[in-house]
T-cell receptor
Framework: EAGVTQFPSHSVIEKGQTVTLRCDPI?????LYWYRRVMGKEIKFLLH????????ESGMPNNRFLAERTGGTYSTLKVQPAELEDSGVYFC???????????FGSGTRLTVV | DQQVKQNSPSLSVQEGRISILNCDYT??????FLWYKKYPAEGPTFLIS?????DKNEDGRFTVFLNKSAKHLSLHIVPSQPGDSAVYFC????????????FGTGTRLTVIP
């Protein structure tokens, strides 16, 4: 079984540019989550999809961040325009049901310069 | 304001000895606690969890202890093995069944052969 796939693995962009991160969950997993870790700090929840619906987006930092999950399969997280403080590692995770032991992807390391 | 704290950024232990990783939390509404393990360039991997109705949960070499009155939990690994070298994250949830996890900043464990 393929795991949670994220790409790109790394992205370096200039302040003000737009970046789109993609997450492919494990096939059949209705629940998809985005988390972010800023260097040296805790991993913070961003949002949770159940199929294509946003179940909880309380962790989204501001309206420069837009997450979508069209068709309930893969998800994208767009940052527009990117700011320096958006740098960090963005993790995606998925689960079949409401379960804490969900599977994380390897993350996308975003660097805004 | 960080609700889950791991005050030791690193820990070194000799192979075969016990590793004890600590975690404190501030929110008394947390009722489910988890430990994740993370290798470089990989996503966090679920290790073990404990509900607030218990004070101990054991899985092979890994045991998690919960002290609700002190708002403290710990992960014991015994015996420690070189392959256990990784960053360990403590996480907590406010409500069983909810998906928004609050993570600590992680503790880097190094097991010395």
């Amino acid at each position: 079984e393929a795991g949670v796939t994220q790409f790109p693995s790394h992205s370096v962009i200039e302040k003000g540019q737009t970046v789109t991160l993609r997450c492919d969950p494990i096939s059949g997993h209705d629940n998809l989550y985005w988390y972010r870790r800023v260097m040296g700090k805790e991993i913070k929840f961003l949002l949770h999809f159940v199929k294509e619906s946003k179940q909880d987006e309380s962790g989204m930092p501001n309206n420069r961040f837009l997450a979508e999950r069209t068709g309930g399969t893969y998800s994208t997280l767009k940052v527009q325009p990117a700011e320096l403080e958006d740098s960090g590692v963005y993790f995606c995770a998925s689960s079949q049901g409401v379960s804490y032991g969900y599977t994380f992807g390897s993350g996308t390391r975003l660097t805004v310069v | 304001d960080q609700q889950v704290k791991q005050n030791s950024p690193s820990l070194s232990v000799q192979e075969g000895r016990i590793s004890i990783l600590n975690c404190d939390y501030t929110n008394s509404m947390f009722d489910y606690f988890l430990w994740y393990k993370k290798y470089p360039a990989e996503g966090p991997t679920f290790l073990i969890s404990i509900s607030s109705i218990k004070d101990k949960n054991e899985d092979g070499r890994f045991t998690v202890f919960l002290n609700k009155s002190a708002k403290h939990l710990s992960l014991h690994i015994v015996p420690s093995q070189p392959g256990d070298s990784a960053v360990y994250f403590c996480a907590a949830s406010k409500q069983t069944g909810a998906n928004n996890l609050f993570f600590g900043t992680g503790t880097r464990l190094t097991v010395i052969p």
